[in-house]
């Protein structure tokens, strides 16, 4: 009989430390390399964030004077060398490595102070913030430059009559300033979700340490104002491992493009031969190369695009974030693909700016088809509801059916006759023929003139030209309020640079002289 074999007693595992052996080829291609490739992003945020963290560990003695001033020299170097000519290698590691290599050949052990009381995840928290605060006002300036244009478009066009229509179908006389100025307010009120998300941004990271803070960094708000940050994240694992800003900004800047979207598909369906209604500006379309007569919106293939684009890099995103607390490849990829979404919504923001400002407006088409159809029918059917005292359904069975009759015909709502709905009425009431709705020719040819319809619309927010020129200001004048609290918080970040690299600079002249 074999004996049991008894293995021996487990032994708890122990701290290893850092592996002495070359990273594998499969990690360097497949997870160096993917965070290397995001090293020119995050360039010019990871040199401001090591300079500040110098100049706080200088502040408060950690680091003498003459290895701060020797790596603040070759950080201010690094900063007017472009990414490229960095070398940044994924052989490495992630781009902290390489920065790491190459500050340690110019200077040696004095590079080795800028890990004082910081990960390396720290420094790329703080750049990641840098890079996105000043996206997100960027964002914020072309979406509030987008409300504006299409607010002075619509005033332009605040008397231009057109059928709007719902399902692609014909609903009421409109005019064609009033629909266009339907797609501002949700960009106004995107604008001011990204304001609101800029200052969640816009917060420091910095002195978090790895999860519970650093003993040698008791005042993070010194770090937070080197920087122009508008204030510290208080829990500190909080400030490594958030997500849900990151998150507001993405979703913010997909509503964004979804709106205009939007009106990206209404514009292309409406500049084809068969609607007729706008004609898009020569340089945001494009030729066929097969066929001569064809002009393609192309522009608006490009917005529509996007929003697809978009809502994929948010999803992206959703799905790596629900990993557990305290894990990097959340952020790992949000390095590259938040950022890159807001660049791509500023530049498809602008797309669509311009081509509304270049737009042209076919008045005389969207006229021509709003006589020959029947987007009177609801003010007709509560003209005959009102002036005959019978209930709405009534009205609308009578209106309904004399639709039907008039354009088997080819008679038009505006040549509609008194004879036409009473023949109606008999028809779908039951009435006998001695009875009439009584209706004055005169009275209806009135009721259903979409220039008298319009003018009745002159509630807030309604079609008559005089309640669409009230929206266009106050929408014009939020969108330049946006446009300045955006513009304001760009030159608030590049006068917090300036005066960092001035200070470095000078604590570096110092030390030389």
């Known amino acids: 009989m074999t004996a049991v074999q008894i293995p021996e007693p487990h032994r708890p595992r122990r701290a290893e430390g850092p592996s002495k052996e070359a990273p594998a080829p499969e990690l360097i291609e497949a997870g160096f390399a993917w965070e290397i490739a995001d090293a020119p992003l995050l360039h010019a945020g990871l040199n401001l964030a090591d300079i500040a963290h110098v100049l706080d560990l200088r502040h408060r003695g950690i680091v003498p004077e003459p290895a701060a001033a020797r790596l603040l020299a070759v950080l201010l170097e690094a900063h007017e060398t472009a990414p490229e000519d960095f070398g940044y290698d994924a052989a490495y590691g992630e781009p902290y490595n390489s920065r790491e290599r190459r500050f340690v050949a110019a200077i040696g052990d004095d590079a080795g102070w800028l890990h004082a009381g910081r990960p390396r995840r720290e420094a790329a928290r703080v750049a990641l913030r840098l890079l996105l605060r000043g996206l997100t006002a960027e964002l914020t300036l072309a979406a509030a430059g987008f409300a504006a244009t299409a607010s002075r478009v619509a005033a332009d066009n605040a008397e231009v009559l057109m059928p709007d229509q719902t399902y692609l ?13 339907g797609f501002v307010p949700p960009a106004i009120r995107d604008a001011e979700r990204l304001l609101v998300a800029l200052a969640e941004v816009n917060t420091s990271p910095g002195g978090a340490g790895c999860v519970n803070g650093s003993r040698l960094l008791d005042d993070r708000e010194v770090i937070a104002d080197l920087l122009g940050f508008g204030g510290v994240i208080t829990h500190t694992r909080d400030a490594m491992w958030q997500t849900d800003t990151f998150i507001d900004v993405l979703a913010t800047s997909v509503s964004l493009i979804s709106n205009q979207a939007k009106l990206a598909e209404d514009l292309e369906i409406w500049s084809s031969q068969e609607f007729d209604y706008v004609d898009l500006a020569g340089p945001y379309t494009r030729a066929s190369v097969l066929m001569p ?17 978009l809502i994929g890099r948010l999803t992206g995103f959703l799905a790596v974030v629900k990993s557990p607390s305290a894990r990097s490849d959340n952020l790992i990829f949000a390095y590259g693909e938040i950022p890159k979404a807001l660049e791509f919504g500023t530049r498809i923001t602008a797309l669509m700016d311009g081509v509304v400002d270049t737009l042209a407006v076919n008045r005389g088409r969207m006229w021509q088809r709003l006589i020959e159809g ?7 059917a509560e003209y005959v509801m009102l002036r005959c005292g019978i209930d709405y359904r009534a009205a609308y069975l009578v209106v309904g059916e004399t639709v039907r009759t008039a354009s088997r015909t080819g008679v038009g709502a505006i040549d509609l006759t008194p004879e036409d709905l009473d023949t109606a009425a008999r028809t779908v009431l039951g009435w006998g023929p001695e009875r009439s709705l009584g209706l004055d020719a005169e009275e209806l040819r009135a009721t259903v003139d979409p220039r008298n319809i319009v003018a009745t619309r002159d509630a807030a927010g309604g079609a008559a030209p005089r309640a669409v020129l009230a929206m266009t200001e106050e929408y014009a004048a939020a969108a330049e309020s946006l446009r300045e609290r955006a513009q304001a918080a760009l030159d608030d970040y590049a006068e917090v640079e300036r005066r960092l690299l001035a200070t470095a600079r000078e604590v570096v002249r110092t030390a030389a002289s």
């Open 374 to 380: 029947y987007t009177q029918a609801t003010d007709l």
């Open 169 to 181: 179908q014909q609903a009421q006389p409109s005019t064609f300033g009033h629909y266009l100025l």
């Open 293 to 309: 007569q064809k002009r393609n919106p192309y522009a608006l293939s490009i917005v529509r695009g996007a929003g697809g684009v």
